[in-house]
């Protein structure tokens, strides 16, 4: 039987093989190129969402935490001193306490979002807001004096003031969240699908790559006597 004469590439298949590797790798060259500026401009806006975060949370929040506790302590004080009779004053402490709770629950909402980014805690959070101003009500139309009125006005602007920083502290919290899940962690959309492409193409290649064995070594030559 004949032996089929095996046919070697041309030079010109030769030079046009090395000509579309040479482009594909350029091509894949610039795309790892954007992919690595989009993973660097994720992390810095990721470090900057966190830097507001956090200067939130320590310049904003825990002193509205800190100026909230004072003004229930005024109040407190003030309902011993504006001598109500029992039914008002019992009501008046009943609600303070339930204002106490919802920033008590106000409060470990928002770190707990802080720490999960679970949306069950951003509505604990609206509800605890809504329960605290709910509270206020029956204190500003308690039978009492006007200064004691004006102290239940700061306890609810402090409140207020509360409220509203948690619920910054919340949209950090969220738009980390959200940049993270677009991106696929610190990666944009295209830099995660970018930088996986070439290497699942190379592995396809070095699979469909012959592997050449090695070449056998002669044995030794005996010694001649």
Not at 48 to 72: C, M, N, S, W, Y
Not at 75 to 91: C, F, P, R, S, Y
Not at 165 to 179: E, K, N, P, V, W
């Amino acid at each position: 039987m004949r032996r089929r004469r095996r046919t070697r590439p041309s030079r010109v298949s030769l030079v046009c093989s090395a000509s579309n590797t040479a482009e594909e790798l350029h091509r894949r060259l610039e795309e790892a190129k954007g992919a690595i500026v989009a993973y660097r401009d994720a992390i810095g806006h990721m470090g900057d969402i966190r830097k507001r975060l956090l200067a939130a949370r320590d310049e904003a929040f825990l002193p509205a935490t800190a100026q909230f506790r004072d003004r229930v302590n005024e109040v407190e004080t003030a309902i011993w001193l504006e001598g109500m009779d029992t039914v008002a004053e019992n009501d008046a402490r009943a609600k303070l306490v339930e204002l106490g709770e919802a920033a008590a629950d106000l409060r470990v909402a928002v770190l707990r979002y802080l720490a999960t980014g679970e949306a069950n805690q951003r509505n604990a959070m609206q509800a605890a807001i809504a329960l605290g101003h709910t509270a206020l009500r029956p204190l500003l139309s308690a039978p009492a004096s006007p200064s004691f009125r004006d102290q239940v006005l700061a306890l609810q602007q402090a409140f207020t003031e509360l409220g509203a920083t948690a619920s910054q502290l919340a949209g950090f919290t969220t738009q980390m969240a959200a940049h993270q899940r677009d991106g696929d962690g610190p990666r944009t959309r295209g830099g995660g699908a970018a930088s996986r492409r070439p290497r699942r193409d190379l592995h396809r290649r070095c699979r469909r790559r012959p592997r050449r064995s090695p070449p056998r070594k002669a044995p030794p030559c005996a010694a001649t006597s």
